[in-house]
C-alpha cells in the first residue's frame, strides 16, 4: 500500500511522492521501460459510512481568478486560503513565465480534530508583479489549465496587447472564447488567432462598452470585469455570470480601487479608473468541495459536518437532499447532513447560479443510482458532462443517457470495479459511488481529482473509509 499524495510545494508537481519523499511509483519518463505508462489510482473500500466534520478551504473556481486579477496592480499582492491542489500550482507557474515573483506561504492547519487535521490544507499566495509583466502564456501551461485564459483581460488591460495560446481543460464538452472576444471586441480590441494562439492588441486603449452576453458564463464575466475595471468610461456587462466566485473577485478588485456595482446580480456596472493598487484578500470557500461532502453524506447514510463554507451558496442542491429524506441544519459558515435509511429518487436540472451547479452533476447522479427510484438528471451547461456515465455503469448504475438528459433508476447497492477519472468532478463522484458497492472499486486517473481536492484521502480516512493510494500501469498503446 502506498502513501496517499502529498505535494511538498507548489511547484510543478511531477508525480507523487511517499512520506519519505521518494516517488510511488515509476511513470512516463522516469527511468526503467519507457512504454510503461504509470498512472495514480484511488481504491476503497465499498460499506463505508462517512461521519464526522470535514473543512473546507478556498474555491478553485476563485482563486485561479484572483491570482491573475494579481496582474491588474504592480506590486505585492496576497492572496489567502489558496487550496493546495496542482492547478493552483499551475497558474502559479504562469505568471512566473509572466515575469512575476510568485511565493507560496503555509498557512495555519485546520483543528488537528476535523477531518484532515493538522495538515495545511491551504495556502497564501504572494505574487510580485512587476510594471511591465509579460504578454505571452504559452501553449505547454495552458493546455492544462483552462482558467489560465482569464490572464487574457488583465494583460490586455495593463499592456496594450498579449498572446495566450487556445486553452485546454477537462474534456467535459465544448467551451467556446466567442463570448469573451465578442465582448473584448466591443471594448476596443482588434482580436485575431494564429497557430494555436489567442491574439488581442488595443493600441489605444480598452474603452468602457455595453456588453450582452448570450450566457451567463463564467469565464467571459470574469475576463470582462478584470480589462473593464483600467478601461475608459463606464461597462455595462447584461446576462453575467452571479457565481459566488465572480462576487469574491468583484470583491478583491473592488479592495484594489476598482469601481464595480451590481455584483452578484445579472448586471454589473464598472467604471474605469487610471490604475489599481495591490491588497491581500481571502478566497472564498469552495461550494462544489462542501456540495460534494453533502451529497457524499447522502449517498452513504451518513452524518457530515462541512464548515468552511457558506450553504447559503448550495441552497438548490441541499434542497434536493433533503427532498431525498435527508436532515439539513445550517449556520452562516457551515451545514451538517444526516441521513438515516435510503434516499428517495429526486428530479435535478443544472442550471447557472443560482441554479444547481453542473460540477455537482456526477455526485447528483451517483446518489440517484442509489436511491429509491427513478431519477431524470438533466445537464444544460456541458454537452459532454455525461462522459463519465460508462464509469458509474461498470460500478453497476442503472442509467440511460439521451442528448442532455439521464435516466437513472436507483439499486440497493453497487458492485465495486475499476473505472476510470475523466475530470476533476467525475473522479470526486466515482470515488464516493465506490463506498456504496460492494467490495474493492479502484479509480484510476485520480490526478484529475488532485486539481480539485486537497488532500482527497486525508479527509476520506478521517470521514471512515478504508482507502489507500497507490499508482498501477497502463497497457501500452499498440502500435499499428
Known sequence: MSHSLRIPDLSIPTRPESAA??????????????????????????????????????????ALKLMAAALLAPGQSMITNVPRITDIAIMGEVLRRLGCDVRFDTDDPVDPMVAGGGVARSRSVVIDVPEEPGVEADYDLVRRLRASICVLGPLLARRGHVRVAHPGGDAIGSRGLDMHIAGLTRMGAEISGEHGFVIAAAPAGLHGAEIMLDFPSVGATENLVMAAVLARGETVIDNAAREPEIVDICSMLIRMGARISGEGTSTLHIEGVPALTPVRHATVGDRIVAGTWAFGAAMTRGDVTVTGADPAFLEVALDKLVTGGALVETRPDAFRVRVDERPTAVDVVTLPYPGFATDLLPMAIGLAAVSDGASLITENIFDGRFMFANEMMRLGADIKTDGHHAVVRGRERLSGAPVRATDIRAGAGLIIAGLCADGVTEVSHVHHVDRGYPDFVADLRALGVEVERGRTTEEPALEI
Open 21 to 62: 519523499g521518494q516517488p510511488t511509483g515509476v511513470g512516463p519518463g522516469d527511468a526503467g521501460d519507457p512504454a510503461v505508462n504509470a498512472v495514480d489510482v484511488i481504491r476503497v473500500e465499498g460499506g463505508a459510512r462517512l461521519a464526522g466534520t470535514v473543512h473546507v478551504v478556498g474555491a478553485k473556481n476563485s
